[in-house]
């Protein structure tokens, strides 16, 4: 399952910008993937956490190996020490057994998270041992599939804004000012922002300001 948007949220866009417009002329359709399941959701960006994209593949596809299902009853049926043989550290190990619990004991509502606003949903995903505000949008965004999200803390889309808007640095007020004119598709926006930053228009720079 990808990431659902389309000519409704690609023309506003156009027509709010002419510089996202030209990138999104440029790169096309992008399709990111999403999961649909919350529970999972969570355990794997808490695996992904400060490691590459390359392993946290791997452990997960490891974990699914293990498990089969993904769950509460799956997590705690297993061992702290087994999750952490799957690769990754005993915290993180911990933090998901912890989370698992939360969900099984009725501390923690998955269905009311979903049916939250995104404001008060990061705030509940963040209150989890592991989830910062961060992680919480990603979550938002890519399982979810909230169509809104826009986050000052990830470093790739505040390169993807001094890309495409020759700015030397993105300060939060800069930043707000983007959040405004892409509302309400500010997801669409960082998933073009985060194409940009990862090289996918040939000859467009960075223009941050450099450290000497």
Same mark, same amino acid.
């Given at each position: 399952?990808?990431?659902?948007?389309? +000519? &409704?949220?690609?023309?506003?866009?156009?027509?709010?910008? $002419?510089? !996202? *417009?030209?990138?999104?002329?440029?790169? /096309?359709? @992008?399709?990111?993937?999403?999961?649909?399941?919350?529970?999972?959701?969570?355990?794997?960006?808490?695996?992904?956490?400060?490691?590459?994209?390359?392993?946290?593949?791997?452990?997960?596809?490891?974990?699914?190996?293990?498990?089969?299902?993904?769950?509460? +009853? &799956?997590?705690?049926?297993?061992?702290?020490?087994?999750? $952490?043989? !799957? *690769?990754?550290?005993?915290?993180?190990? /911990?933090? @998901?057994?912890?989370?698992?619990?939360?969900?099984?004991?009725?501390?923690?509502?998955?269905?009311?998270?979903?049916?939250?606003?995104?404001?008060?949903?990061?705030?509940?995903?963040?209150?989890?041992?592991?989830?910062?505000?961060?992680?919480?949008?990603?979550?938002?965004?890519?399982?979810?599939?909230?169509?809104?999200?826009?986050?000052?803390?990830?470093?790739?889309?505040?390169? /993807?804004?001094?890309?495409?808007?020759?700015?030397?640095?993105?300060?939060?007020?800069?930043?707000?000012?983007?959040?405004?004119?892409?509302?309400?598709?500010?997801?669409?926006?960082?998933?073009?922002?985060?194409?940009?930053?990862?090289?996918?228009?040939?000859?467009?720079?960075?223009?941050?300001?450099?450290?000497?």
């Amino acid at each position: 399952m990808y990431f659902t948007y389309g +000519e &409704t949220e690609i023309l506003y866009l156009k027509n709010k910008d $002419q510089r !996202l *417009g030209s990138v999104m002329d440029q790169i /096309g359709l @992008i399709e990111r993937e999403t999961d649909p399941d919350l529970f999972s959701s969570v355990v794997h960006h808490i695996i992904g956490q400060q490691i590459s994209t390359k392993a946290q593949a791997t452990i997960w596809q490891r974990m699914r190996d293990r498990l089969g299902v993904i769950n509460a +009853e &799956t997590i705690l049926e297993t061992d702290i020490t087994d999750l $952490q043989s !799957l *690769g990754m550290t005993f915290r993180k190990a /911990g933090y @998901i057994r912890d989370f698992a619990d939360k969900v099984h004991c009725g501390k923690f509502d998955l269905q009311a998270v979903s049916e939250m606003g995104d404001e008060e949903a990061v705030k509940a995903l963040s209150s989890l041992k592991g989830i910062g505000i961060w992680t919480a949008e990603m979550i938002l965004l890519f399982c979810l599939q909230r169509p809104d999200i826009f986050s000052y803390d990830d470093l790739a889309i505040q390169r /993807g804004l001094r890309m495409v808007y020759h700015h030397r640095k993105i300060d939060r007020k800069l930043f707000q000012k983007y959040r405004r004119r892409f509302h309400p598709y500010c997801s669409v926006a960082s998933l073009y922002l985060w194409a940009v930053a990862g090289g996918a228009i040939p000859g467009m720079k960075d223009y941050a300001l450099k450290v000497k």
